[in-house]
Every structure is written in C-alpha cells, then in structure tokens.
C-alpha cells in the first residue's frame, strides 16, 4: 500500500512534464511583471512625457528662431544706386521696404567706383549729399513741398587719393601684367560715411522708404557704381544674441522648454487631482443607488447569528408545544395518579424529541 502510494507522487511530481513546467514557470516570472498592468501603465506614462519633452523641445527652438528674427534686424540693407546724368548733378533714388527697426541704431555709407582718369583727379574734392524720406513723400527731388518729410540728411566731402607722377607710374608698372589680362582695372572705390548712429523713432511714418543721393562737383564726374550701405550697430542684449547665436539658442530654448514643462506637470498634476478625487464621489453615489433590497442581508447568516435565533425561539416552541396538551384536569375521567403519571411522562418525552430536533 505504501509502495503504490509513492508511486502516484512520484509520477505526479516527479514527472518530466511537471519539472519543465516549473522551469518555464521561473523562466516566465520576471516577463510576467514586465507585461503585467502596472508596467503597461508606467510604459504609457514614460512614452507620453518622452512625446511631450520632444514636442515643448521643438516648439521651444521655433519659438526662439522666431524671437531672433524679430528682435534682431538684418545687419547690412544696401540699395545699389542707378545715378542719372544730365544738366544738373548725378544724382540717383532707392526704395526700401519694412527692413528697419525703431530705436535701432544704423551707419550709412556710400560705396562710389571711381575711374583714375585725368577729369576725376582734376575734379579735386567733391560732395555727396544723401537725403531719407518717409513713406509719405511724394515726390523725392528736392521742392519746398516735401522738405518736411525728410528723415534725415546729411553732406559730407570726398577726394581720390592723390600719387605722385613717379609713384603712379612705378604702381601701373608693376601692375601692367594684370592690367592687360583684365584682373585689374584702373579704378578706386571711396567709401565715405555718411551717418553715424542714426534712429529712426517708433511708427512706420518714422522710417525710411525712400532715399535721394547726389553727386555735387564743379566738373562733370565718371562713375562706375554707386551704393548706400546700412549697417546695424547692436548694443545690450542685441549685441550678445549676434555674437553668441549657439550660446544664446541653447540659454534661451532651454528656459523656454523648463518653463513649458513646468507648466505643463503642473496642469496634469492637477487634472490627476481632479480626477481622483471625483472618483470616491462617483462610488458613493453608485452606493445610493442601489435597491434597498439588495442591501437587505442574505438569509445565510453566520453560525452566532442562528444560534441566537434558536435560542430565542425555543421558548415560544416549547410553549406552543405543550400547549397543544390539555391539562391534568382536562381529561375527564382520568384523575388517578398512574394516568396523570404517564400524560406527564409522554410531555417529557416530547419535549426532550423536540430540543433534540432544534
């Protein structure tokens, strides 16, 4: 008997298929925990805030580009000039569009590409005259009429640079090789400031749209080209973006990008709150509402309960009992002492079968 005993534990634990089904078992646990609702759970959390820090990342370098763009205006604007000659002066006009900032202040200058020849080196000093009108002028040559709507103006000298007869021709001799191959002409480019950190007040009537340039001489004068050249003079917090781009791109996107996920922990911090704390009210409410008849205990109640219960009712069981009996003087005829003897007998009798049942 023993030995069939072993038997059937043997073959019901110590069977192959029962020891491969305990190794896969703790080979499967540490998965289990992996695919298990509380990982499920933080798995969509971590994608969530990994989604939600490449988004406010994105948005935070945008946002900065943007604010560049905006805040810091194009460095160099240049119009080339087209000088029209006639019976007065060369003179010549250019347009601007929304390229300039208020309060920003600019260097204007005026590139001319001069020839070195003999009318030009006669010509000695000579003056050029730049005038910035505002979108409202009309008309940009010079008439009382549109005088008022000038910006600003401004006149100031230039001369080729003078060489000896001995020194040019030593220069030109040198040169000669690249003269005749065309890599070099006999000319010189003057460029003469005109305005030092000139700004333009705030509204669009207060920046230039248009501008006059004029050459002034005694002598009627050979030119190449003429161009006007604003360039942005950055001071304070302009002057470290423009240097600094890299550096500033990363100070300032990363206080954005901190600031947004700040804000946005905060938002779904709250919302989390909000929400539990909407759900104990939503059961309760499921509580209330349930029948009256469903709350009503269930007829199985504990082994105490039903004790108390029969011991409650055995009085009354006893008393209708032998109240289903007559008694002794009830029985009419029967007043000896052996029947009275008996009927209590058979009450005691009864009343022993009846404790016995409950």
Known sequence: MAESEYSDDETEYGS????????????????RALVSKTALRIYLNIILFSGATLLLLGISGIAYAIFYFRFIPTVGVGREIHLQFGDLNPWGIATFDSEFVSSQPYDVAVALDLPRTPTNLDVGNFMIDLTLYSPETASVLPTTANSQNKISHSRRPAILTYTSPLVDFARKLVRLPLYVVGWRREAETLEVSMMEKVEFARGSRNRPQSL??????????????????????????????????????????????????????????ILTWIMQAEKPEAAIKEEEDIPEAIKEEPEDSSSSSDSVKIKKEEPETKSSFLQSYPAEGDYPGLGSGRESAEARGVQKRKSHT?????
């Open 16 to 31: 192959p298929s029962h020891s491969q089904a305990v190794i896969m078992d703790a080979l499967l646990t540490p998965f």
């Open 212 to 269: 006059r340039l004029e050459i002034q001489s005694e002598k009627k004068m050979q030119v190449y080209s003429a161009r006007v050249e604003f360039r942005a003079r950055f001071t304070g917090l302009r002057w470290f973006m423009y240097r600094w781009k890299l550096t500033f791109f990363m100070v300032f996107s990363s206080l954005f990008w901190t600031v947004s996920m700040a804000s946005a922990s905060l938002t779904w911090f």
């Open 354 to 358: 009846t404790e016995g049942d409950h």
